[in-house]
T-cell receptor, first 117, second 116 residues
Framework: AQTVTQSQPEMSVQEAETVTLSCTYDTSESNYYLFWYKQPPSRQMILVIRQEAYKQQNATENRFSVNFQKAAKSFSLKISDSQLGDTAMYFCAFTEYSGGGADGLTFGKGTHLIIQP | GAVVSQHPSWVICKSGTSVKIECRSLDFQATTMFWYRQFPKQSLMLMATSNEGSKATYEQGVEKDKFLINHASLTLSTLTVTSAHPEDSSFYIC????????????FGDGTRLSIL
């Protein structure tokens, strides 16, 4: 079974700073997908960024980027120029590629990120 | 695009009653829908996967007779919590997908279920 570990329960940084959230995972699969989701107090799940395991290039979405280290099974999220609206729970998630339809996500326990003004 | 509507957003009911939660994909056809459960300040746990027209696949430890899932159309899945008890109180979130695993799942806004 796959597991996803987020070792930082809570982080706090000043506005405009850069912050990195860590995530490691364990799987025996060679083809899979990784995601970072944001859950603000409204509890809506918002996709931040995704990465296909077969792609070596790290994904980037505006201020958000990942450092994907497949051999180390590490998938960290970097948020640059952090904003107050980035305050939320951040979940790292994993799903394997089954060759058919979609599969369910395995989530880490989350990191509560607080951006201080 | 890719909007998923979940209803109701909050329900309070007495112990022993059954509660139905609906998950609708409004602007796309969801070949697969997922149901997750989230306890306060905890992560999301996958409960079951449902494909349109097929029986749901439940994760280990999830009682299929307690949590009835129906996915009768490409735009609607329902989760019925039968004979609900206080320990079933939780936040339930659905998601829907119209493609393979590399495509992001689209989440509903969740349902807060409180059993008195």
């Amino acid at each position: 079974a796959q597991t996803v570990t987020q070792s930082q329960p809570e982080m706090s940084v000043q506005e405009a700073e850069t912050v990195t959230l860590s995530c490691t995972y364990d799987t025996s699969e060679s083809n899979y997908y990784l995601f970072w989701y944001k859950q603000p107090p409204s509890r809506q799940m918002i996709l931040v960024i995704r990465q296909e395991a077969y792609k070596q290039q790290n994904a980037t979405e505006n201020r958000f980027s990942v450092n994907f280290q497949k051999a180390a099974k590490s998938f960290s999220l970097k948020i640059s120029d952090s904003q107050l609206g980035d305050t939320a729970m951040y979940f790292c998630a994993f799903t394997e590629y089954s060759g058919g339809g979609a599969d369910g996500l395995t989530f880490g326990k989350g990191t509560h990120l607080i951006i201080q003004p | 695009g890719a909007v998923v509507s979940q209803h109701p957003s909050w329900v309070i009911c007495k112990s022993g009653t059954s509660v139905k939660i609906e998950c609708r994909s409004l602007d796309f056809q969801a070949t697969t829908m997922f149901w997750y459960r989230q306890f306060p300040k905890q992560s999301l746990m996958l409960m079951a996967t449902s494909n349109e027209g097929s029986k749901a696949t439940y994760e280990q430890g999830v009682e299929k007779d307690k949590f009835l899932i129906n996915h009768a159309s490409l735009t609607l899945s329902t989760l019925t919590v039968t004979s609900a008890h206080p320990e079933d109180s939780s936040f339930y979130i659905c998601s829907a997908s119209d493609g393979p695993s590399n495509q992001p799942q689209h989440f509903g806004d969740g349902t807060r279920l409180s059993i008195l």
